[in-house]
């Protein structure tokens, strides 16, 4: 690898995406490693104060412009492939999120260079860079190299820490001036998630509960842990049938598939029926008391106690580590 | 208006993956294929599309294991043909794939133009280099949105307006003329189902076409150095201790997954 | 003085009596005719089915369930009125008839019937009998009506009627005994206790009363044979034809003739369905017993067997009756059945749990009914997403748990000794061992508990390994019937391969249809589990070396018992093993389906239902006295028992066991 790496810095109504930080992580670790400058590029409408956040790369480009405003893949991906050239890039950091879906093969496919889709993680051997990406919803995993380790690389969410990305260090900004390319794909609106009870489907993070939460009274405490998470309830099938959460809750056969990258499973046995609605999560932890519960044997971490001990201490923690 | 479907076969998840001898590639003997979800979903949102505005539904699928009844069946849902592109495409990916998509086109001499929708599922889970549907539109010189989970048509049919999905249930609504590639994630309403009997009797009453497509020779930049199977799968590993032991271990496996942060 | 008995030799109104009678009967038979001849035109354009066969068992359901009114004395205390009314309609249509015959053929060398003094005395005894009958459906009717009995204006009216046909009959022969003066009427006890009653009335007018009531009676006769097939009365004509045309023997078995493709095309209009199926409807007499013991309505879902009957009816008069006898009711602009009347929810409520079928007096098929409309909702690809998921799954891995059809024999992994492949070594019993006991990890260590006694008690058996499939019991009765044949020809083909004698099955579903629609049974004799269990202890081939004191009820699973009738093989393996049985109030023939059935394991609960099935079954095992275990012997009742347990909070009084974790306990 001779040239930088770069990474496009992704955002989202004014917020910069926490998988930016994650590939900023990754990418200081990697250019380091291959003793190349990292830069990263931002585009889109009233940008430019976000650029301080991209600390932790040598220099972030910005690309400040009103058409901007959740720019198209191709518009993207024509900027993209002038900085590339113009700075001498060899490889390109993007998310592999729903808002950057098409940028990736469309740069690869402009710059003729191979594209790494579903990369979850990325090490360094002997100067050679090797990808792993996740296959088959993660049943399977595959090491690959390219070649000059040049290319452009989808990250998975959710595979490398944040805290890497986050530094209080100011960047050198340059402001680009780039030509636009036209374009006829025009972000018209955001259409906001329908009224009435959120969608599980779609969370990220989800706190579930079974019987072993006892009471109704005890839903503020585990709600309390979701929303530190930044995630929602959701439940067995026996805490919906009491009214404890509403039916749009259910997880499980007669319920809701879900396949959040978080499942936390609070006292749910994981009976058949609940496990076929979750069992395709990115990372399932489970707190039960039974050290035989059937959750177990499809959890990723497993605390056998009782989660009245755990929760309220889980939820402290994140707070204080929030605050830090 | 001329709406196209590619279909792409994929490894069934539900049974046991293995790892093939030269470390690289999957066991074949052991795998079975199936339509990619995405797929079945942009095949859905197709003939919704057709019931709406008219027009037909031209469905294609590269040769695999169990692609015909895949055909079958997409003609028992609404599609008016049906067809396979005969040859061995075993490990292809996505920059070739979407070539040789394209070369059907340039060999049936359908005409790409004004009316013609191409819909393709937003991405598969074997997608290794990315998604068929960008590549395909870079090609066809077409537009493109993904992660498309709505389509409607502007008053001529010259227009597609389309739902992406952003996150947690956030969408945007883009604009975009045909002739346009999208990557269907979600139909608007899940696939319907269509009864035994009825693709039976397809499969008696009607015939698949076949277009004979050569490979091209791609040179791709990526190499496969192994496949593996992830050590985690299989039983949980245990989190022992006092709870603000476990509470701390719990928020390093989160922090280290990208979950929370700092 | 000479009496004149015979009531038509008179004039009324200057007309003579005979030619009055002559033309109120002809009026009276052609609209009843006109009717009734509708409705044979109508079940001739509906679909085939044959009802003809097995005369000699048809002609006795005859004599016990109309003659003998069996399926009314269920619930005994209408029953028992219901019994006299109908064997005094018996006598009164009779002896009608009879008088009729002598009225208009007045040559014809026979008495009238009520000039024979037996016939009298019957008539006395019948009429009160009758009129207290009478009272008694009023008043319950009127004040305790029993849940989901249509009340109709009908209803009244039919008892009106028939009060009147009694009470002319009871005052005609009052009068008579007037007329005949008190010596011939001692002769005759009737005669003689009624003269004393009526013995202030002259015996001039008494004639005249007596002839009125003959013309009264006759003219309510009549004018109730017009009106009755134009009312819900029709089945009192129906219903023995009804019970005629029986599914005798053939409770387990959906098949039906025609092509397989109009088969799993179902019905929605009355033409699509078959002739019998109509039938239902002119033989419903909307008592509502099919209803309250349905489980489904019981529990708050929205259905309603006899309402789906009913509909029917209103579809089949609406539509049927208009349609020109070349056209079918399409583009007569006429309203369709489902999702107009018989709503799509309800369709899909049903259990297939017999219950309705087992009790309705008039043997009516709601099963085949609700199946052949959920065949026309499967055609539609109208099916629920959960529904859906299962039958996609089904159709590519053959099982409803959606796991690979390669790991179906996985269960045996955790056994110290190998089960035989009957695919390949010849076998006395062939194990079909079902989805959720091969797949299910709840179920896995009963199927494994069975192996083990089966071992034990020497059986010779195997199994089909990936060879054998779903065996499509309930993807029939979901109405996927095109789904059905193909599992059925899989398994058809693996059996072929293999070697056995007969076959053992697990799940009672699975043994329902091997056993009624495989088209199997002539070849090999198909065994539950727990007849064989019962056998091998007969046999002395298992020996029971541990009494089990506990005290433990049994739940009759609706495949194994009201549909194949196993009831005490079970239960004999129940005594063996020193468990005292106590029976629920819901046991046998009337047992409480777990909710499983017809699929319903695999749809979800309608919103807003009072309690699942499984739910009132547990907690009616629990207000048992000291009873520790449930005993099931079906793996989907495991499964839906054990989350009631869990859901109506009962885990700590009751556990849910199977039959075989007995007998392995007692054997050990
Ligand atoms: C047809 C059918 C459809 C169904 N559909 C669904 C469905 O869609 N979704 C669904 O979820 N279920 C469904 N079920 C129900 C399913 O079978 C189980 O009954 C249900 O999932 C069990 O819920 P649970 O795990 O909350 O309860 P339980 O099985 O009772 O588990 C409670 C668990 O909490 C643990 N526990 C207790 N106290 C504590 C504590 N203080 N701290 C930590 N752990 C504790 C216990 O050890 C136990 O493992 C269905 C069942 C049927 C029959
Ligand atoms: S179907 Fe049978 S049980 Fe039901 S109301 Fe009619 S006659 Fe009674
Ligand atoms: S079969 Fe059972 S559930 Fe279905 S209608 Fe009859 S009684 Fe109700």
Known sequence: MQGPILILAEHLRGDIASLTFEMLGIGRKLADDMKVPLHSVIFGKDVAPLASQLGVSDSVFVLNHPQLDMPSSEVVAALLKTLFEQKNVSLVLIGGTNVSTGIGPKLSFRLNLPFVNFCRNIRVKDGLVSFTSQLFGGKILSDVRLQENRGVVSVYPGSFPIDAGKSDRKPSIEMLDLPLEETKVIFKKYLEPEAGDIDITKQDVLVSVGRGIANADNIALVNELADALGGALCASRPVIDQGWLPLSRQVGKSGMTVKPKLYLSLGVSGAPEHVEGMKDSGLIVAINTDPNAPIFGISHYGICADLFDIVPTLIEEIKTHKSE | MDIFVFLKMVPDVVEELLIGEDGKSLDTQWLRMKL???DEHALEEAVILKEKYGGTVTVVAMEAPEVEEVLFTAIAKGADCAVKLPGDWAGIQAPAIAKLFASYFSLTQHQIGSETLILIGSQAIDDLEGEVAPYLAEILGAHYVGVVTGIRLDEEKKKAIVMKEFAGGLRGEFEL?????????AAEKPPRYVPVAKVRSIMKSTRIETVDVSPSEIISGLSVERLFIPEVAGKAKMIEGPPEKVSTQIIEILVECGIIRR | MIIEMDPVTINIFGVSGYILLWIITLIAFGLFGKRI????????????????????????????????????????????????IFWGFILFAGTFGWNLLKGLFPFLPIPYADEIGIIRIFFLVFSLLVLVSLVFAVIRRAFFPPPHLQQSLDAFIIITLISLVVLST????????????????????????????????????????????????????LGFLAYLPYSKHLHLLASPFSVFFANIDRAGSLDVPGS????????????????????????????????????????????????????????????????????????DGLSPLIGKTVSVAELWACTTCYACMERCPVFNEHIPLIVNMRRYLVAQGSVDTTLQDVLTKMSRYWNSLGQSDRVRAKWTQGLDFKIKDARKEQVEYLWFVGDYASYDPRIQNITRTTAKVFQKAGLDFGILFEGERNSGNDVRRIGEEGLFEILKE?????????????IVTTDPHTYNTLKNEY???????????????????????????????????????????????????????????????????????????????????????????????SESRIREAVSLRGVQALVVSCPKDIVMFQDALKTTGNEEKLSVKDISDLLCEAIE
């Open chain 3, 170 to 221: 009871l005052f005609g022969i009052g009068f008579r005994a007037v007329t005949v003066g008190q010596m011939e009427a001692s002769l005759n006890p009737a005669d003689n206790l009624l003269y004393k009653i009526f013995l202030g009335i002259p015996i001039d007018s008494a004639q005249g009363w007596h002839h009125m009531m003959f013309w009264m009676h006759l003219l309510v006769v």
């Open chain 2, 177 to 185: 003329p045909l002739p346009a590639v999208l990557g269907v994630q």
């Open chain 3, 260 to 331: 397989k493709n109009e088969t799993s095309a179902g019905a929605s209009r009355w033409d699509e369905f078959t002739w019998r199926q109509l039938f239902n409807t002119f033989a419903c007499a909307e008592c509502g017993r099919c209803d309250r013991v349905c489980p489904a309505l019981t529990s708050g879902y929205e259905l309603s067997p006899r309402m789906i009957v009913h509909h029917l009816k209103e579809h089949l008069m609406e539509a049927g009756l208009r349609s020109k006898d070349d056209k079918t009711s399409e583009g």
């Open chain 2, 36 to 38: 990619s979800d995405p």
């Open chain 3, 37 to 84: 001849i509708a409705f044979i035109k109508l079940l001739l354009r509906a679909h085939p089915e044959n009802r003809f066969d097995q005369l000699g068992k048809r002609i006795r359901y005859l004599i016990t369930f109309v003659l003998g009114q069996k399926r009314l004395l269920h619930e005994y205390v209408i029953g028992i009125a219901h019994f006299i």
């Open chain 3, 519 to 613: 088209g199997l049974n002539g070849t090999y004799q198909i065994k539950h589990y727990t007849e064989v269990l019962d056998k091998l202890i007969q046999q002395g081939k298992l020996r029971i070396s541990k009494r089990l004191n506990q005290t433990v009820t049994y739940h009759d699973s609706c495949y194994l018992g009201r549909y194949n009738g196993i009831y005490d093989a079970p239960r004999r393996v129940l005594k063996t093993v020193g468990t005292k049985l106590v029976e629920m109030p819901r046991n046998r023939s009337k047992s409480y389906c777990c909710g499983a059935g017809g699929g319903r394991i695999w749809m979800s609960d309608q919103p807003g239902i009072k309690e699942r099935p």
């Open chain 3, 490 to 502: 899989k398994n058809m083909q693996a059996l072929e391969k293999a070697q056995f004698k007969m």
